[in-house]
């Protein structure tokens, strides 16, 4: 019992001395993330923009979509299908990116993806820029951009048998090399280091 104290203790430390150390970040910063394990077993160290703006991301992401070439993916999938996911991922992206009143109308009318934008979002509290705390499991997090990543250890990776509008609809994800699918959280407790600045915490 006394070992799970100070465990709980010293992820507590760790925690306090990661927001008093983002707090004193202006503007973007790299920070490294050494031994992360994720919900999968994998284990790996990456690197993180903290500060890097979503918003443009998604602006980018969006012209992304408007300019990609869907033949390039005819014969893997079907043209129509591949038609159908591109309309959506426009669309539900246009609509994340609406301003607030915008999205007021849609939220009267119990659009699907603007309530899972306000589920995700109500989740969190938001401490400092790149700290975030979700508020039913307790938990801490860091996220940011992700910049580089070196799998240290490979996890155990559930198979999901998605239906062809989502496998054309995540092909055409790859294929634009989306920028907002690059930002990630990271339980700060599941992290062997974190180093920022010059510090390791």
Same mark, same amino acid.
């Given at each position: 019992?006394?070992?799970?104290?100070?465990?709980?203790?010293?992820?507590? +430390?760790?925690?306090? !001395?990661?927001?008093?150390?983002?707090?004193?970040?202006?503007?973007? =910063?790299?920070?490294?993330?050494?031994?992360?394990?994720?919900?999968?077993?994998?284990?790996?160290?990456?690197?993180? *923009? *903290?500060? !890097?703006?979503?918003?443009? !991301?998604?602006?980018?992401? +969006?012209? =992304?979509?408007?300019?990609?070439?869907i033949?390039?993916?005819?014969g893997?999938?079907?043209?129509?299908?591949?038609?159908?996911?591109? #309309?959506?991922?426009?669309?539900?992206?246009?609509?994340?990116?609406? /301003?607030? #009143?915008?999205?007021?109308? +849609?939220? +009267? /009318?119990?659009?699907?993806?603007?309530?899972? =934008?306000?589920?995700q979002? #109500?989740?969190?509290?938001?401490?400092?820029?790149?700290? /975030?705390?979700?508020?039913?499991?307790?938990? *801490?997090?860091?996220?940011?951009?992700?910049? =580089?990543?070196?799998?240290?250890?490979?996890?155990?990776?559930?198979?999901?048998? %998605?239906?062809?509008?989502?496998l054309?609809?995540?092909?055409?994800?790859?294929?634009?090399?989306?920028?907002?699918?690059?930002?990630?959280?990271? /339980?700060?407790?599941?992290?062997?280091?974190?180093?920022?600045?010059?510090? %390791?915490?």
């Amino acid at each position: 019992m006394q070992l799970v104290k100070t465990q709980e203790v010293t992820n507590e +430390l760790r925690e306090l !001395a990661t927001i008093e150390n983002v707090a004193n970040i202006k503007g973007t =910063s790299f920070i490294g993330i050494q031994g992360y394990e994720n919900s999968s077993n994998e284990i790996s160290n990456q690197v993180i *923009l *903290l500060g !890097a703006n979503y918003r443009n !991301a998604q602006i980018k992401d +969006l012209n =992304s979509y408007k300019n990609f070439d869907i033949n390039s993916l005819v014969g893997e999938y079907d043209l129509d299908l591949l038609n159908k996911g591109l #309309d959506q991922l426009i669309s539900s992206l246009e609509k994340t990116m609406l /301003k607030d #009143d915008e999205k007021e109308a +849609l939220r +009267l /009318k119990n659009d699907a993806t603007i309530n899972r =934008s306000d589920a995700q979002k #109500d989740a969190y509290t938001h401490i400092e820029n790149g700290i /975030k705390y979700h508020k039913d499991t307790d938990t *801490l997090y860091i996220y940011g951009y992700i910049v =580089s990543k070196k799998v240290i250890q490979k996890g155990s990776y559930k198979v999901v048998k %998605s239906r062809p509008l989502t496998l054309a609809k995540n092909a055409i994800k790859k294929a634009c090399n989306l920028r907002t699918t690059k930002f990630r959280q990271f /339980k700060i407790e599941n992290a062997s280091k974190l180093k920022m600045q010059g510090i %390791s915490i």
